[in-house]
């Protein structure tokens, strides 16, 4: 709401006592006593100007004491005192210089002021009343009585006000703005309306109240409204690209897809929309379209953007995200990689990065992406597990441990730490150092006992190394009591019992693994556990099978031709 701001020039407040007698002085003066008198007030209206308040003080109530019956320099004490920070002791002086002269608005309006800067808000309303009802089109009365309506609670009344506003003074945009604004608060929807149709008619050389109506109407889903005044709006105004993206809108809510996304396509192939605008709108479509269908028809639209914009960084990685949640992760990873050559300093969308790659099976681009992020973001623990478990996948066991070791060193997550420690047994067993990798393995079960990565490796690399047999018995014994249906950790239980000579017990696990997936390694242990229990001929058919399969060891051939068991 505006305020008008009050101010009372000497030329006002203050008519020359010298030129003839005023009817508020109470004492006769000779002329050496008002010339006396000027200079007083006129020193006190210049240490005003300067903000030495005592001094101006001191001079005016010198002044008051020459002059007891002035209204001026009662109102003018009054003020310094506001001034001061001492309202309330200036509220006499106020009310005295209304007593002397009833009729100055100046003086009521001072007082008002004076009333509302120590929080009396009800007197200042009545100071306003009292104030209008001899000057009833003052505008500054008007504004500060209202804006003292709505502080104090009284609705009613401030409309009353406004009401009074536009009868006296025509509609006023600031006015409209704060009905409109209370309207909303209230949920009153028509109410916000008649008031826009307020603002077209007082101003209908301005179509951008028009365009605010249509977007109003489309926001609040008043949508027959919105589609008629559209059409009277180009029935008087040009075509534009705001007003087309408007249609498009309404057409989206209405069902019509198809017609909205070729009206926004053919919006945003100007430039008279800035790129913001674009991304907004395209931001505020996808909050409305929960439809997977949906957004994929918006994938279209924001594709386009980037085109449009191939230096936006927003623009590349909107699309690489929309993409993303499509299912379309290898073109994802196209525009994403765009976006961080635009702006590398953004962590997210390196993770994005990262991510899809591991999806894809690109270790070799996650080793070089992670390695590039972290010369932004040499502190985020999940690079350096990335770096780590990509150079893991490419036997790169040296790299992979000085990446795992740097990063668990930023890892404040414990899940994050047990993950590290994990990667970490396994890097060290590919070093060969067993009991560094054992040690990790035993840091990332203190912070998660049940994980299955590690319970599985770590047991089946005890047994390879004939160590700690009971302890890896009792880790594979849980694995495989937490996924009874998984062939992975069955052939590592089975192993495990293999190692600790329960024969018997291996097949029944290696048996079931091999029943639920072909893989080499497994059908071989299956066919070693058989050549144990003295079925040479059923474990020579699956060594065979193991051969012929893939990824059996390079003892399988050995094995066959000399059907033997070596390990």
């Not at 001072?110 to 509302?116: K, V």
């Not at 109410?191 to 050389?205: A, H």
């Not at 990667?423 to 009991?435: H, R």
Request: glycine share 4%.
């Amino acid at each position: 709401m505006r305020i008008i701001l009050f101010s009372i020039t000497l030329l006002i407040c203050f008519i020359s006592f010298s030129q003839k007698k005023k009817r508020d002085v109470a004492i006769p003066q000779t002329q050496e006593d008002s010339l006396k008198l000027e200079g007083i007030l006129v020193e006190a209206e210049k240490q005003l100007i300067l903000e030495n308040y005592a001094k101006a003080l001191e001079n005016f109530h010198v002044a008051l004491e020459m002059n007891t019956e002035s209204a001026a320099t009662h109102f003018k004490i009054a003020q310094v005192l506001s001034k001061s920070d001492e309202g309330q002791k200036g509220l006499p002086y106020g009310l005295k210089a209304i007593q002397l002269d009833p009729n100055n608005k100046y003086y009521r309006l001072g007082l008002a002021r004076i009333y509302q800067s120590v929080g009396f808000y009800i007197d200042a309303a009545k100071t306003y009343e009292e104030m209008l009802e001899l000057f009833p089109s003052d505008e500054n009365a008007l504004y500060e009585l209202a804006e003292l309506y709505q502080l104090t609670g009284r609705r009613d009344d401030m409309f009353k006000v406004f009401d009074q506003i536009e009868a006296q003074l025509g509609v006023k945009e600031e006015i409209v703005r704060e009905k409109q604004r209370i309207y909303m608060k209230e949920g009153k929807i028509d109410e916000v309306i008649v008031e826009y149709g307020k603002l077209i008619d007082t101003y209908p050389n301005e179509p951008s109240y028009k365009v605010e109506l249509i977007n109003f109407l489309i926001q609040n889903k008043k949508l027959d409204k919105a589609e008629q005044a559209i059409a009277e709006y180009e029935a008087t105004e040009s075509a534009s690209s705001r007003m087309t993206l408007m249609k498009s809108e309404l057409a989206w809510m209405k069902g019509d897809r198809d017609k909205s996304l070729e009206l926004i396509s053919k919006a945003f192939e100007t430039n008279s929309i800035d790129f913001e605008s674009k991304f907004q709108i395209v931001s505020n479509y996808l909050i409305m379209s929960p439809k997977q269908e949906d957004r994929k028809k918006l994938t279209t639209v924001v594709v386009q953007l980037a085109e449009q914009y191939p230096d936006e960084f927003k623009a590349q990685a909107f699309v690489g995200d929309m993409l993303y949640q499509d299912g379309d992760s290898e073109e994802a990873v196209k525009y994403y990689l765009k976006a961080v050559t635009l702006s590398p300093a953004n962590y997210s969308v390196w993770q994005n990065i990262l991510n899809v790659e591991s999806d894809l099976n690109q270790y070799d681009s996650v080793v070089v992406h992670a390695e590039r992020a972290l010369e932004y973001f040499p502190n985020q623990a999940l690079l350096y597990y990335f770096a780590g478990a990509g150079y893991l996948i490419q036997n790169n066991y040296k790299k992979s441990v000085r990446m795992l070791e740097q990063g668990r060193k930023y890892t404040v997550d414990p899940n994050l730490l047990t993950i590290f420690y994990g990667q970490l047994g396994d890097a060290y067993n590919g070093l060969k150092e067993q009991e560094k990798s054992f040690i990790a393995y035993d840091k990332a079960l203190e912070n998660s006992p049940n994980n299955d990565h590690v319970l599985n490796n770590y047991s089946y690399f005890l047994s390879l190394a004939n160590k700690d047999l009971e302890k890896a018995l009792e880790m594979s014994a849980k694995l495989v009591e937490l996924h009874p249906e998984n062939p992975t950790y069955l052939d590592t239980h089975g192993w495990v019992l293999y190692t600790n000579g329960k024969f018997k017990e291996s097949k029944r696990f290696l048996e079931k693994a091999v029943s639920l997936e072909e893989d080499g390694t497994v059908i071989e242990h299956y066919g070693d556990v058989l050549f144990q229990l003295g079925d040479v001929q059923g474990a020579i058919l699956q060594w065979e099978k193991a051969r012929d399969v893939g990824g059996a060891s390079e003892l399988i051939e050995k094995k066959i031709a000399d059907r033997k068991l070596y390990e």
